[in-house]
């Protein structure tokens, strides 16, 4: 039996990196780089295999994958060779993709359009004869929602979503379209996705598991394995100071203050958890057209040490944002869907090791994750 | 019962901090910044309070810790009113240091010497009825020494020293006189120390644990966080390269090529143990004499990602190495105590979270290391 | 005859250290190392000496210079030895410093503030009979100022100025009151200054020079080499993104949005002088106290070269500002004096070479700038 | 009457993008970015326009370009589209290639080669009835040449040429041929060339005209700029050290210490000149195959300011070799060509802008040589 991975975002850079990457691994062989599930470490896990997965999903543009491709190509994020390779494989893909209404959440009750997309979602259950199936939001991220006193409980949450105005940001939507249909959720983005009660509660209610949030691929995955350093060594961190240069569409939505909140206050909040106290510096989110695909992040810390001594460590991370996320969405697709066969319902936190701000009180530093993710894996 | 350290190099840089340090703690209760065993992890603990260490040691100058505080003062590394507050404390080690002869191990048989620093360790733990004593070699790093017969076994080494050739290096020559005083040894540099199969015995026969090798202060920490991420993360490490640029006595010695090398296998391992194989680069260790007691470490790491994707990561460091080295050998002495208050012998393969080439066959993550040490010491 | 110096906030960290540091100079000879003028292409011009210089001041605060000096001890900035060696000159420095009454120029007229300002500048010349006078102007950036019809024309500003309301911002009411008394006038920092047209026409009208603004120390003196660079090798700059962070009071100041705008223009101004056109790039400055008076600026600057290739250059810049701008700021007295000597009245156009933000439609690549200081300086 | 531009290593990764760049310039009027000769102050300059340039060349391999031009493609040097676009130009220009024999200098007299290469050249010049031809050495970097008393003049030349040992390395017996059969010698590389004083009378003699050496691309052209700000500011550079990372030919070549030593002597001799006297620090060039044809140049400078303040700048660059080198063999190949209808003979000092190590005793700041360039050119 299949697994079925929905892709909220599906036509994106990171969809369709995901998609082109998966049919590649899978055409030619080329060894899975970046794939946390094909470590020697997971060797025995009970992971459904890459050749397994089965990809559909929804998105607001309608350009094809071949086009998106070779947008990528350009961009220096896909290989030529690869494209050129996949490009069938992206095309049957196509078919797998529904366009979503950018508006469908905004006008007529909510409940309408949750139903729509658990149709969807059903459809391509029934349609491949999956197993489980994980959608995952790799979309736009929203800016943040503001509190409502609908998010608290289930029972409001669908009196309100039957009545005229909006009540759930799309990703919300999404999650509980998710759950509803019997299928996993999964947030890449800083978006809030199932992190509100009444969505916590319909998980733990339709038994499906849920995990996020916002893919932890640059900045942060540094600070989760230097701030400990830090701590275990003693030395005083004085301030932790960032710049994030990026372009892309990603790059444009960040910039706007309102929608790098969230992504900064769980940089931060890395920090925090990992140099037990509040730690001075500001986090700077730049859009910077030209850098397309690519982001630029640079840190500074100053730390204090013996007798006082100030001292420095500046890093430089210079990444494709695209190749970085790809390989984890996979991997949470199938890490996911191997707790949606355990009978896992609500938060996951062993998948915290993929998530800037991971659901639960979980550790904050990246070694620690690596082994709860290596010692909860069901084999 | 209070324990004792002996410094081998006790006029260094890096003892002249420990000595001003450990006082300057004491007089004024400064926080011990960069001390891993005042960390809460370490408040049940079995170790020695910092007040009950009493500090002896050796070296080939005789220049007063007065004026070597003075020069750390100028340097930057010391603040003033440090030096001021612990000017009486320096004075009084004074008296417990002894001039080492740097010919005494070249001239006549080593056992003589040998027998002249058994004597001094002797005389330090009577003088001062010390329960544990702890030797830490803090002296200049040496350049490899070749290997001879007479490092095979005890038997064929006390031969040896007898002999008119010198068959240990000084490290070495000290690492013998601590097992036979019966005192542990570590060794804070990359020289020879107790790595040899006849210490290794000697060390078992007399019931003495030893550690080493190298303390992990800046370069190697940073690489042994950073590189068990990027291997958990599935990404393919093709570069490593690094340059440091150094001052100080430990700049000049190190920039000739054959101190050099030892340290350079040790900065390379740290990453073959993490990354599981060879990794291309280079490590460049430039004297740079106007940098004085800092040190500035840059790394280059080429790295490969989804579908080969080309990424980069940049880092400087900027240290003070004696600031940080310091606090690590004041540790050292309390951990290493505490092994020998448990009746340890041989190597302690615990301690490797503070070595970059440690004892053992070990793990090579820092955050591996650091549970290890945390597990171990005794409470 | 000698030069007097008069010194706006001349307790700050950049006032101290020009005391400070002219006193060392000549008590002991010290190379003047960040001095232009005693460079040898200036060996032979027209300047006062600097041991001909008289320093005075006004400061809103009345903390004694050698608690300041104590003050830039402990930061790191002086040499303990330097602040003993020039401790009996900062006492004797305090006696010709004033105290000014922050509020003065807010309550009553300010043709008031601006008399008692000339009384002082006049009392301090009549005292050491003075030659030249340059007010210099090293005190915390000031917001910028908002238009007034009265900047407009020197007319309506005297009549203003003996109004009820404030007409004038601080600064400019020490360039008004500089010239009014003969005395030239140089704003090092980005506050508003001499730069109104009526201020402009007083100093026509008196016969006195003005220079400024804001010192070029740091990130914007390399940004001054290294766009004429891109441009003379028809590199296309893509985007130019700084980040600054930095301690001291005027870490705190320029943190506020306000403060900062002046400061981030002129960056900008200098780049698209010398690129020619509009550059994409945020420029941000982080106060962080830690740092105390020593900053830190990244730049990174993407750009394309042949068949598009896309490339960057990143930069880290580590410097204590005092030290960069107190030799400056001993320049600029030297040479404005020099141009008082030579009957200069009005702005000095060829003093750009110190200034991110300097008067008049000049060059903004500092070879050129260079070059016309040589040029210009009276022999 | 065309400009013809004989590449010697006509197949490399620097020829393959001038051949590509100059085609794809032609049929799309792409900007032609990073060449100097189209910048707006060389507007009215008697340079030959691209689309007056013939090429031809020598190489010792004879891999089609087609199959260069893939390689870079992949490498991302090339656009895949610019690939596309000039696949026919490319295939035209194979035609113009000759194959070099590598041992032919060492065989025989190498008078006879130098015949053989003469042909070449008349052969090219008579095909396409030119005017100026420019010879330009894009070759491999050759070890540095041990001195012969037949290099001092040119008679003592010629009756060596004629003898069984070989008495010129490779790039000077191309200078050789140009010269005798009529044409210019630019050396873009760090190798012998003309830089004998046999060939300068010979280039006198045939009156030619003749530049070098070793093109400024990277850290060398920042180090023109830089070194001259500190010296204009008065700041006391302590040491200025680098590491160079590149992959490719080049970097295999110079990784060798041998070819690498006249490299650094010029990048040394630039900091040199422009900063008054010695400097300390090392450079390193490290081979890092998996970089291709990229690099990566990182610099710390060390400096002192106001009383002794040490403050650094660090620089990272990373660059396309060939990209920035092909841009730059286009303007040395018109701006040369007016040198020669200009009827210049021997070396030319205005050239200096594009080299690490240029002829004669000229400026080394690149904002003097600029001026310089622009003021010579012929209009």
């Known amino acids: 039996m299949r697994t079925g991975i929905w892709l909220v975002g599906a036509r994106g850079s990171v969809a369709t990196t995901v998609l082109a990457g998966a049919a590649a691994i899978r055409a030619d062989g080329a060894p899975p780089t970046g794939c946390v599930a094909e470590l020697p470490d997971f060797a025995g896990a009970a992971l459904p295999e890459l050749s397994d997965l089965v990809f559909g999903g929804h998105d607001v543009v309608d350009v094809s994958l071949g086009k998106r491709a070779e947008h990528l190509v350009r961009a220096g994020v896909l290989p030529a060779s690869t494209a050129q390779l996949v490009a069938g494989d992206l095309e049957a893909a196509d078919a797998e993709l529904r366009l979503a209404d950018p508006d469908a959440g905004n006008t007529g009750p909510q409940a309408a359009e949750i139903e729509r997309l658990v149709d969807d979602l059903s459809g391509f259950r029934a349609r491949h004869e999956l197993g489980p199936v994980v959608v995952i939001n790799v979309a736009s991220t929203e800016p943040p929602c503001s509190p409502q006193p609908a998010h608290r409980n289930l029972a409001a949450l669908e009196t309100a979503l039957c009545g005229r105005s909006p009540v759930l940001p799309p990703s919300s939507l999404y999650a509980y379209a998710a759950f509803q249909a019997g299928c996993a959720f999964v947030d890449f983005t800083p978006s809030t996705g199932a992190r509100l009660p ?182």
């Open 198 to 379: 009444a969505l916590h509660e319909l998980s733990l209610r339709t038994g499906q598991p849920y995990a996020g949030r916002d893919g932890k691929t640059g900045q942060t995955l540094l600070r989760s394995v230097l701030a400990p350093m830090f701590a275990q060594r003693g030395l005083n961190v004085l301030a932790w100071s960032g710049t994030n240069l990026l372009g892309g569409g990603d790059g444009a939505t960040l910039a706007g203050q309102g929608a790098a909140a969230s992504k900064n206050a769980a940089k931060r909040r890395v920090l925090e958890r990992n140099l037990a106290g509040r730690v001075d510096g500001e986090v700077h989110i730049d859009y910077v057209p030209a850098l397309g695909d690519w982001k630029t992040a640079w840190d500074h810390v100053l730390f204090e040490g013996f007798l006082g001594a100030r001292m420095s460590l500046q890093l430089t991370w210079q990444g494709c944002d695209s190749a970085l996320a790809a390989p984890l969405v996979l991997d949470l697709a199938r890490f996911t869907a191997a707790a949606c066969r355990a009978g896992a319902a609500g938060p996951v936190p062993e998948l915290a090791f993929f998530f800037k701000d991971p659901v639960g009180d979980v550790p904050h530093d990246l070694a620690t994750q690596y082994a709860m993710l290596r010692d909860w894996v069901p084999r």
